[in-house]
C-alpha cells in the first residue's frame, strides 16, 4: 500500500487515483490539504514564542484557528478524483440505493459533484451561485432522488440554504436524508431545518477546528489580527505566513 504520509506536494499531484482503493483516514486527509497548501492551522507554540500573527475570520464572522480553501484542494484534477472516489466509498457504507442525481454545492463543490456523479454513473444536477445566493438550474422529475455534495462542513449553513432552494422550486424531488462532505470541521453530526427534516453528515474526514464569536476570541485577545482567508490571494498568503520565524 502506497503512505500518503510523508509524500512531497510534487508525488502527491501525480497520484493515479486507482491506486488509491482504501478508505483515507483522517491523518492522511489533512496531510494531503496541509502538503498542497489548502489548509492553514493557527501555531499556538509560535503565539507562545510572541509570533501571535493573524487568525481567520470566517464568513458568518466568527473567528477561527483553522482555514481550509477547497478552491487549492481539488484545483488539480487527480486529487480531485480520489477526494470524490473516497465520498463514493462512504455512501457505500450506507448500503442504500443509489440516487438518480447528485448535486454539489457551489461554488466549492461545483465539479467535485460532477466527478461523484460520473464515479456512480448518475445524473448531475446543476446549481449555481448568484449575488450570493444559491439557485437550483436543473429540472429533476417528481419523485426522483437527489443527494447533495459539499466540500466543508461547518454549521451547515450553506446545505440549509441549497435544501431550501430545491424544496421552494421543486417540492416533489426527495432529497435523501445525507450530505456528503470531504471534511466535517464544525463538530455537528447532523443538520436538521425546520419542517423539514434532519440529515446525516457523512464525511471522509472529521476535523474540529475552532471558532469564536469576535467579542470572545482568545486569540483577538492574545493580540492576533483576524482577517477573511480567502479574500484576497495575498490574505492568503498573509495568514499562512504571518507567524514563521523573520
Request: charged fraction near 25%.
Amino acid at each position: 500500500m502506497l503512505k500518503i504520509i510523508g509524500m512531497s506536494k510534487e508525488e502527491l499531484l501525480n497520484l493515479a487515483p486507482d491506486d488509491i482503493d482504501w478508505l483515507l483516514t483522517e491523518e492522511e486527509i489533512i496531510y494531503i490539504a496541509k502538503t498542497l497548501n489548502s489548509y492553514w492551522e493557527y501555531d499556538y507554540e509560535a503565539a507562545r514564542q510572541g509570533r501571535v500573527g493573524k487568525h481567520a475570520e470566517l464568513k458568518s464572522l466568527r473567528h477561527s484557528d483553522g482555514f481550509f480553501v477547497s478552491k487549492i484542494l481539488l484545483e488539480s484534477q487527480n486529487i480531485r478524483t480520489i477526494i470524490a472516489n473516497q465520498l463514493v466509498l462512504r455512501f457505500k457504507q450506507l448500503e442504500i440505493p443509489k440516487p438518480d442525481w447528485i448535486a454539489g454545492i457551489p461554488e466549492g463543490a461545483t465539479k467535485l459533484g460532477q466527478d461523484v456523479a460520473h464515479l456512480m454513473g448518475v445524473k448531475n444536477a446543476e446549481m449555481k451561485k448568484e449575488d450570493g445566493r444559491i439557485t437550483m438550474i436543473s429540472s429533476i422529475a417528481p419523485d426522483e432522488t437527489l443527494l447533495l455534495v459539499e466540500d466543508f462542513c461547518t454549521r451547515g449553513t450553506g446545505f440549509s440554504e441549497a435544501i431550501l432552494e430545491i424544496v421552494s422550486k421543486q417540492p416533489k424531488v426527495k432529497v435523501l436524508p445525507y450530505e456528503l462532505v470531504i471534511i466535517n470541521r464544525g463538530g455537528l453530526v447532523e443538520i436538521e431545518i425546520s419542517e423539514i427534516g434532519k440529515f446525516k453528515i457523512v464525511a471522509v474526514a472529521t476535523h474540529r477546528v475552532n471558532d469564536w464569536d469576535p467579542a470572545e476570541c482568545p486569540l483577538c485577545k492574545a493580540g492576533s489580527v483576524a482577517i477573511k482567508p480567502k479574500a484576497t490571494e495575498e490574505n492568503w498568503l498573509d495568514i499562512t505566513t504571518s507567524q514563521l520565524p523573520i
